[in-house]
């Protein structure tokens, strides 16, 4: 029976076809694995995701985390599920083996990760967090640090969270007022209040692992005054340190993650230990930060693969309607219809780029910690950089969208609790609002990342996606013809770039950079489509024909979109900043 989460046919194509991921053994640091390791660890989790995450996904969701006054109440099952996840050292998966991980290559990490985040995206938040907080301290934390938390969170025994936002800041980090007083000792004191914290109380695990974000008196104003703590909710000699739950934020999906309010330093200040050097905290959390965008894609990209999938299950066996011109005859299967076609092949164009977009990033993670070369390394850094914010929003906003056919696949049961694809749709609508809101992506992208260095990373995007081209272009046939169109595509963005940052108004520069995110977006979607394309190469069957067919909608249908996009931009368009308040 084909799952109705993902399809593993897709992900070996990705990873072996096109990514190649078994080159990477030759590395050192993933020299002890091999296809088998790779094939097991993807056969494991699919396995656990069935199983434990999938069953109690719709039960997570009506029953949601409760907060009697004393302690939080969550469903059994998911600790029962997170259990065997830690137990199987999914956990670990990427970490290095000094620190008890299995150290596979991101790339897969990030393929088997897919699996529980289309099962129980909800339940999978848990571990990921802590997977992302143990890559922080592996990075910027101290060796006892490292000794301290990361293993116990490797083991599944401790978990992790990220704690930035605050009431009054959303996600504008220069005005948190989270304060770290010097204790003497070598450690500090917080007092503060966190707001939209994701798994920061429950009894899940023995410990819970907050970082962040405060000020120490006397730093610099904005965020370079910013510092990182690690402040556990029981502290390394057992006692309970002095966070506290204020109360629990109820969310229209993605309910089974217990999101949390949380104060510090109510009864004489939250113990806190510095993580690196003072006010240069958000640049270490940006390191969780940017794991987490691509993770928040990859979320969205695998609800809108599970909705995908339910819904073309569902056009296949349901029966309704005749062909046009028929006056006769039984209904045929809605699968045969024309317009549902679109929908289903809009939704797997959607689903398949966007995972195609997560997992070439997770290869650029590889090639930037193993690359043969400090060249190799800095580029696949540099471009990275430049993908994240698509890597988090295009996945966001499209598969959400690929969730919204699904409903509209099922007609009036998609509109119902009874079939599965509203609550994917309710769950992904997180997706584009938290780890940086779909405005703050596009102010990133088109304010940051494709003009720092002289716009060195807009050029080597730009130059990657030309030798694709050019071998897309030898290729002939189709792959050619959707090169050319590709091609020309590019040479606008290039050019409707240089245009918005030769206006003399940086507001005007970035009045549409949220639509400047979408068409480059849209844009780096269509490379992704290439690349499948020549990855299939001349050979047939269901899964290299619904590829080609997949990038024809691709290039027919959205691709296009970007031609009036781009219009927009290169017009200087001033009609948002001249709205004025009295006229809404």
Request: proline share 5%; charged share 20%; hydrophobic share 45%.
């Amino acid at each position: 029976m084909r799952s109705l989460l993902l399809s593993r046919a897709d992900l070996d194509f990705l990873l072996h076809d096109w990514l190649g991921v078994e080159s990477l053994t030759t590395r050192e640091r993933f020299a002890e694995h091999g296809r088998e390791t790779f094939d097991a660890a993807l056969d494991l989790c699919a396995e656990i995701a069935t199983q434990h995450f999938a069953p109690h996904n719709r039960a997570a969701d009506l029953d949601e985390p409760r907060f009697d006054g004393e302690r939080v109440h969550i469903i059994p099952e998911v600790g029962a599920a997170l259990k065997v996840f830690a137990e199987a050292g999914v956990i670990g998966a990427g970490l290095p083996a000094e620190v008890g991980g299995l150290q596979l290559p991101q790339t897969v990490v990030q393929a088997c990760f897919l699996w529980f985040q289309a099962a129980n995206i909800a339940t999978a938040a848990y571990p990921f967090l802590t997977v992302a907080a143990a890559n922080l301290l592996l990075a910027h934390g101290s060796p006892e640090q490292v000794r301290t938390y990361v293993e116990p969170m490797v083991e599944g025994r401790w978990f992790g969270t990220m704690c930035l936002s605050e009431p009054q800041a959303g996600s504008s980090l220069a005005d948190v007022t989270t304060r770290a007083e010097p204790h003497g000792d070598g450690t500090h004191r917080l007092f503060g209040n966190k707001m939209w914290i994701s798994g920061g109380e429950h009894d899940l695990a023995e410990n819970i692992v907050h970082l962040v974000l405060a000020r120490i008196p006397g730093g610099p104003p904005g965020v370079k005054g910013i510092s990182l703590f690690v402040v556990p909710k029981v502290l390394p000699d057992g006692r309970r340190n002095d966070v506290a739950l204020a109360g629990l934020n109820h969310k229209t999906g993605y309910r089974g993650t217990v999101n949390t309010v949380l104060n510090f330093g109510e009864s004489g200040g939250a113990v806190g230990f510095l993580v690196g050097e003072p006010h240069r905290g958000l640049a270490y959390m940006f390191h969780m930060m940017n794991e987490a965008r691509v993770g928040v894609g990859a979320g969205a990209a695998a609800l809108g693969y599970t909705g995908y999938l339910h819904a073309l299950d569902y056009a296949r066996t349901r029966t309704q309607g005749r062909p046009p011109g028929a006056r006769s005859g039984p209904p045929v299967r809605i699968v045969e219809h024309a317009d549902v076609a679109r929908m289903l092949l809009a939704q797997k164009s959607y689903a398949e780029g966007a995972v195609a977009l997560v997992l070439y990033c997770a290869r650029l993670l590889d090639e930037q910690r193993t690359g043969a070369t400090a060249e190799d390394r800095d580029a696949a850094l540099m471009l990275l950089d430049v993908l994240t914010p698509i890597a988090k929003s295009w996945p966001s906003q499209w598969c959400l969208a690929a969730n919204d056919l699904a409903i509209q696949v099922h007609g009036g049961y998609g509109y119902t609790r009874e079939y599965p694809v509203e609550q994917f749709w309710r769950d992904n609508r997180l997706n584009p609002i938290h780890e940086g809101t779909h405005g703050v992506q596009g102010l990133d992208l088109l304010g940051r990342k494709v003009v720092q260095d002289g716009g060195a990373g807009l050029a080597l995007l730009v130059a990657t996606i030309g030798a694709t081209l050019e071998r897309a272009v030898a290729a002939g046939g189709q792959a050619a013809e959707h090169a050319a169109e590709l091609a020309a595509a590019v040479e606008r963005v290039r050019d409707v770039t240089v245009t918005l940052w030769s206006a003399d108004d940086v507001a005007v520069t970035l009045a549409n950079s949220s639509v400047y995110l979408e068409a480059v977006g849209h844009v780096v979607v269509a490379w992704m489509w290439l690349e499948q394309e020549l990855a299939a190469g001349a050979r047939t069957g269901d899964l290299p024909d619904g590829k080609r067919a997949a990038a024809r909608y691709f290039f027919r249908y959205e691709l296009p979109r970007t031609g009036p996009q781009l219009d927009l931009l290169a017009s200087l368009d001033r009609t948002t900043l001249e709205m004025r308040e009295e006229w809404y």
